[in-house]
């Protein structure tokens, strides 16, 4: 299984607001930044989130990133059907000297 | 604009051997550090390895180590990966992304290249 757990799955109605956790250790999450990727159905991962809590250009305010200890969170408000895709949190691991990922959350929008 | 184009995957027997090229264009490719993540069918996303911009610091997944090598040339704007010793658990999409923002920051990544390892 991944170093990271996400819930494997999400759903909300359009409009609303979601979030997403990831959940690792002082390894990862608590000594390093996170960064989270948004998958849609055959495509490749696209960063949603850099260092915790930064958007890239392009990336609107709707999705935020927040962390707190070995924990980290994507918010996502005023759902749409487009952000129906799979949501991966990803950051360094200083133990295992590795990038690590997590498990994926599929996120419905009902 | 950046662009990231893989090439090299196809159809391989275990224990067989593959080189995946990835093509930069559009930004300093020297300047960036440069990562494989891979995807296995229907699965999430596994890191594969990471070079440093100079080529001199490398990294590897416990699940690869001894059998693939990353290297760049940053005179051809190319990463590459070298597999060998080539098992039915590497098949997968395999993705390079580079290293744009800090803190763990892919910010552009390939359309990736499917390895399919079976006999």
């Known amino acids: 299984q991944s170093v990271l757990t996400q819930p494997p799955s999400v759903s909300a109605a359009p409009g609303q607001k979601v979030t997403i956790s990831c959940s690792g250790s002082?390894?990862?999450?608590?000594?390093?930044?996170v960064s989270w990727f948004q998958q849609l159905p055959g495509t490749a991962p696209k960063l949603l989130i850099y260092?915790?809590?930064k958007r890239p250009s392009g990336i609107p305010d709707r999705f935020s990133g927040s962390k707190s200890g070995t924990s980290a969170t994507l918010g996502i408000t005023g759902l749409q059907t487009g952000d129906e895709a799979d949501y991966y949190c990803?950051?360094?691991?200083?133990?295992?000297?590795?990038?690590?990922f997590g498990g994926g959350t599929e996120l419905t929008v009902l | 604009q950046v662009q990231l184009v893989e090439s090299g995957g196809g159809l391989v027997k275990p224990g067989g051997s593959l080189r995946l090229s990835c093509a930069a264009s559009?930004?300093?490719?020297?300047?960036?550090?440069m990562s494989w993540i891979r995807q296995a069918p229907g699965k999430g996303l596994e890191w594969v390895s990471y070079?440093?911009?100079?080529?001199?610091?490398?990294y590897y997944a416990d699940s690869v180590k001894g059998r693939f090598t990353i290297s760049r040339d940053n005179a051809k704007n190319s990463l590459y990966l070298q597999m060998n010793s080539l098992r039915a658990e590497d098949t997968a999409v395999y993705y390079c992304?580079?290293?744009?923002?800090?803190?763990?920051?892919?910010?552009?990544w390939g359309q990736g290249t499917l390895v399919t390892v079976s006999s």
């Open positions: 070079i440093s911009s100079s080529g001199t610091t490398i």
């Open positions: 992304a580079r290293e744009g923002l800090p803190g763990y920051g892919l910010d552009y």
């Open positions: 990803g950051t360094w691991d200083s133990s295992l000297s590795a990038g690590v």
């Open positions: 260092e915790n809590n």
């Open positions: 002082s390894s990862n999450i608590g000594n390093n930044y």
């Open positions: 559009g930004f300093t490719f020297s300047d960036l550090y």
